[in-house]
């Protein structure tokens, strides 16, 4: 049998809320936890919009870590 517990809808909306900030809460410590492992990286802004605008990926980030074509092996496979 299922039990029903009745609460009024103000009481229901704050722990609804609540469970939302949690959650939020949640992804955040794991974010902050893979930039600290090193598993994943920030982008400023204005590269993040440069990728948005449809600029090649490859130039983007080749500018953002300050790459010219030069530093690349001439004889990639």
Request: proline share 4%.
């Amino acid at each position: 049998m299922t039990e029903m517990v009745t609460i009024p809808r103000e009481e229901y909306d704050r722990l609804r809320a609540t469970a939302e900030d949690l959650a939020d809460l949640q992804s955040y410590d794991r974010a902050k936890a893979r930039l600290a492992a090193g598993e994943d990286e920030l982008i400023p802004a204005d590269y993040a919009n440069r990728l948005l605008n449809g600029e090649s990926a490859l130039r983007v980030y080749r500018d953002l870590r300050g790459l010219t074509r030069l530093h690349w092996p001439k004889n990639r496979a």
